[in-house]
């Protein structure tokens, strides 16, 4: 689809490219000739991932480990990647989210994703725009985001409040961060099943969704999604600034993108059975945390 160097010569930073979605992108951006630099929070799941990246493409990918919730560590590690050259592409990915009734979210819960998805894409995305900035350099950022930023949707209100906050940024910094030569633009994927998402959304076999919700009638396919953020971080759309995409089959305009079927459909022993399941493989994966 693309010739084979269209990344040739770019930085690309890929915010949870260790794993899912991210990952998938990352490995495109490579085999398109661009270095990759990923960070997450499990060192040993980065460098998994690293080292079967360059396996599969030859290409160069660096690992970061951060918690992008850390203001002043997203800074360190964008500081140190600048030291041996400026980046020339962002892509927002790293997100968390689970499944829940709002009335059952503590305050830290609301956190937990909040203070990942909004303020963590934010302090990534200015790390970077200040750089670009500073140093006179064009720049161009694209953010994963939701087609709930269009809708809501019940059922996950942490990340739809969130990632709206991303749609919000990507539009005004491109006004604002336009004369610069600096771009955002931002795609919603509907269902590209990865292992994070479906643990956390859909974690018992009652959450099982029908191919009826999709106009499309298939869930996406990743290469589907990488060639997308390939076209986005390619001179080639440089002219294309402050935009959300949806990239869904057509789901979100069937009005089934989000869990509003869930409505009334679950009752108290259902939930703990979420919660449950969720908290389980929350707590595997913090045990790969530093
Ligand atoms: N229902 C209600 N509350 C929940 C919950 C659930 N299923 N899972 C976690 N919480 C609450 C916890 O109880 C805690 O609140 P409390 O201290 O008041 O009890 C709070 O959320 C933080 O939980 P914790 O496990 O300490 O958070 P964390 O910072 O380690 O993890 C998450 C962040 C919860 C977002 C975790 O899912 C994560 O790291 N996800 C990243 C990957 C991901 O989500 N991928 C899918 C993207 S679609």
């Known amino acids: ?21 991210g990952r ?12 990759v630099a990923i960070c997450g929070r499990r060192g040993s799941v980065l460098e998994e991932a690293a080292a079967e990246m360059r396996e599969a493409t030859g290409g160069t ?14 800074d360190e590690m964008v500081g140190e990647i600048w030291q041996s050259g400026p980046l020339h592409g962002l ?18 819960a609301f956190d937990a994703i909040a203070n990942i998805v909004l303020h963590g894409t934010f302090y990534v995305t200015n790390a970077c725009g200040k750089r ?24 996950v209100v942490p990340s739809a409040m969130s990632k709206a906050g991303i749609a919000a ?22 269902t590209f099943p990865t292992e994070g998402a479906g643990a956390r959304l859909r974690p018992s076999p009652k959450l099982q969704r029908s191919m009826d919700d999709i ?16 076209y986005l971080m390619a001179d080639e759309s440089a002219y294309i ?33 979420i919660r449950d399941r969720i908290r389980t493989v929350n707590e595997k994966d913090k045990a790969l945390r530093g």
């Open 215 to 230: 106009p499309m009638r298939r869930n996406g396919e990743r290469h589907e999604l990488s060639n997308l953020a390939a």
């Open 132 to 155: 670009w900035i500073a140093d006179g350099l064009p720049g161009n950022v694209l953010s994963i985001i939701v087609t709930w930023v269009w809708t809501g949707s019940p059922y």
């Open 91 to 108: 892509i927002n990915n790293a997100a968390g989210n689970f499944l829940s009734r709002t009335e059952d979210l503590s305050p830290r």
């Open 24 to 35: 998938s992108i990352a490995e495109r951006m490579m085999e398109l000739g661009a270095e």
């Open 241 to 273: 600034t402050g935009e959300v995409m949806a990239i869904d089959g057509g789901r979100w305009l069937q009005g089934t993108g989000g869990y509003s079927h869930l409505v009334g459909k679950l009752d108290d022993d259902d939930w703990a059975d």
């Open 169 to 190: 940024m990507t539009k005004s910094l491109a006004v604002e961060w336009g004369p610069n030569g600096i771009r955002l633009n931002a795609v919603a994927p509907g």
């Open 1 to 21: 689809m693309f010739r084979e160097d269209l990344l040739q010569g770019k930085r690309i930073l890929v915010t949870g490219g260790g794993t899912g979605l």
């Open 61 to 74: 990918v660096t690992t970061h480990v951060v918690d992008i919730r850390v203001a002043e560590a997203v």
